[in-house]
């Protein structure tokens, strides 16, 4: 879980500004450069044979009848040589199938549209936070300022426990949001891609905060009567970037498991996690996070490669856990009453940037044009080897990516990613307006934020998608997708109906 800055009043300094990412032009680490140009190499392979196969194949098509001759002729004196070429090339070949990624293609997506009636207006939260009688004073007025900057708008929705009066989670609760969330994610996705259930093969579900004994994933299984070999994992714990790892690990699973299915369904559970306490760094995560979830069906099939959306280039995942200060800044505990809560740390944006540098770094390149990385590699080693007084250079992102999905974790990160990145207002407004709608849903945000830019009809062809987003731990991933085919508005989006409203002004 990652969220926006702690206003003056969390940290009792209210003469301070409140901590912003730090600038991404400072120090870069060498290593995270090299871990790049690694993953760079470990594909050139692929990358050297394909252009020497098409060349090759070009050559030949334009031969007459009499250059066979010769060549004929000439191999009949060259035996050795060419049993040796024709041995290489069978070798290589074989090598390059053997080893090659698969292609995975995202064939398509559902994110969950709550009903109406769980919307939640900012004079209802307080209404309802104050006649619970847990908060005292002090703490009513914390997140009532936290609303107010907070960037979220009055559509965003809570599960239906905590529309009670007063508020009742439970174990009972708690399963009926996660199915609700999840089997309407689903539902919708087996509907629009008209996939047969059975035909699924993997099965990867994420929820950080809710892990009931049967899982999430045995959930969906039992509801959708999922075939008995399908391979399911469940991860807990790992924060709003396990969305990103949820479709890393089934992209693994796909290079294994040849011509199948995988669904990843990305949610975060509220009712059983609402925090009832006064700890102010606790409080937060109550103003933020709000009902959403997300269904992924993604294919290695050639055959799905027409009717697909996108086809997933590049994961790059970072962890900091190592660092006692990143493990610890968004940590679940009990304050001094007993209340369970997720305290965030005053240092949570400054190891967020951390993160997001390091990962920024071993993406450049995978993904940035030759041009930029020769600007980029050029300084860094001028600025190591020569002068570290040598102003940085920051690879221009808005050259490798037409759209961004920076993860709705709050508004300040994401301030701060278009100010670092030098990035638009256009690029940043699908981050801002998910935040706005929806508010922080966790690992399903940037599932969100792609919806938003196919509602608007900027999706084209060959394009090219930056999904980020950091969670607890602390670890910050990044997924690359390319644009298979022109994505046209309508069908199952949850801004079908509203688009047309967006984008809003947000006054603070």
Not at 51 to 69: G, K, W, Y
Not at 179 to 199: H, W
Not at 203 to 220: A, D, G, K, R
Request: include cysteine; glycine fraction near 6%.
């Amino acid at each position: 879980m990652a969220t926006t800055n702690h206003p003056p009043s969390a940290t009792n300094h209210h003469h301070q500004p409140p901590p912003m990412l730090p600038d991404f032009q400072s120090t870069v680490k060498l290593k995270y450069v090299k871990l790049g140009y690694h993953y760079l190499i470990t594909h050139l392979f692929t990358l050297s044979l394909l252009p020497l196969i098409a060349v090759t194949a070009v050559h030949a098509t334009q031969l007459n009848l009499e250059d066979v001759i010769i060549l004929y002729t000439l191999l009949q004196y060259h035996l050795i040589a060419v049993i040796a070429v024709i041995s290489t090339t069978v070798v290589g070949f074989t090598t390059y199938r053997m080893t090659r990624p698969r292609p995975v293609y995202l064939v398509d997506y559902s994110c969950y549209r709550p009903p109406d009636h769980l919307k939640v207006k900012y004079q209802v939260f307080m209404e309802h936070s104050r006649l619970h009688g847990a908060f005292n004073e002090s703490s009513l007025e914390f997140q009532r300022k936290i609303l107010e900057r907070s960037g979220l708008g009055e559509e965003t929705y809570l599960p239906a426990a905590l529309h009670e009066i007063p508020a009742a989670p439970s174990m009972a609760a708690a399963r009926e949001e996660a199915e609700e969330v999840m089997f309407g994610a689903l539902d919708n996705l087996f509907k629009s891609t008209k996939i047969n259930p059975k035909d699924i093969g993997i099965l990867v579900v994420n929820c950080s905060l809710f892990n009931p004994t049967p899982s999430l994933s045995s959930m969906i299984v039992n509801r959708y009567k999922l075939r008995g070999n399908i391979r399911t994992f469940n991860l807990s714990g790992m924060g709003c970037s396990a969305g990103v790892i949820a479709v890393d690990l089934a992209k693994d699973m796909l290079q294994v498991h040849r011509k199948t299915y995988a669904v990843v369904v990305s949610t975060e559970n509220i009712t059983q996690n609402w925090y009832f306490g006064n700890k102010k760094s606790m409080l937060i995560p109550n103003c933020l996070f709000r009902v959403g979830g997300a269904a992924v069906l993604l294919s290695n099939k050639s055959a799905d490669k027409r009717r697909s959306k996108y086809k997933l280039l590049h994961v790059v995942r970072t962890h900091y856990g190592s660092d006692d200060k990143a493990f610890r800044c968004v940590y679940q505990e009990q304050d001094d009453g007993g209340n369970t809560g997720v305290s965030l740390s005053k240092d949570l944006m400054a190891v967020v940037g951390g993160a997001l540098k390091s990962n920024i770094t071993t993406l450049g390149p995978l993904v940035l044009p030759i041009s930029e990385q020769l600007l980029f590699f050029v300084n860094l080693v001028a600025r190591k080897l020569i002068n570290s007084k040598i102003k940085p250079y920051l690879p221009d992102f808005k050259m490798a990516f037409d759209h961004f999905c920076i993860h709705a974790g709050g508004r300040a990160v994401i301030d701060e990613m278009e100010k670092n990145l030098r990035l638009t207002a256009e690029h940043v407004e699908p981050s801002r307006m998910t935040l706005n709608r929806f508010g922080n849903t966790s690992s399903s945000s940037i599932w969100y934020e792609l919806a938003y830019t196919e509602a608007k009809g900027r999706m084209r062809k060959g394009n090219r998608v930056w999904q980020i987003a950091f969670g607890s731990g602390l670890k910050c991933n990044s997924a690359v997708w390319e644009a298979v085919r022109t994505v046209k508005p309508g069908g199952d989006n949850p801004w079908g109906d509203c688009i047309h409203k967006y984008p809003v002004e947000i006054v603070f």
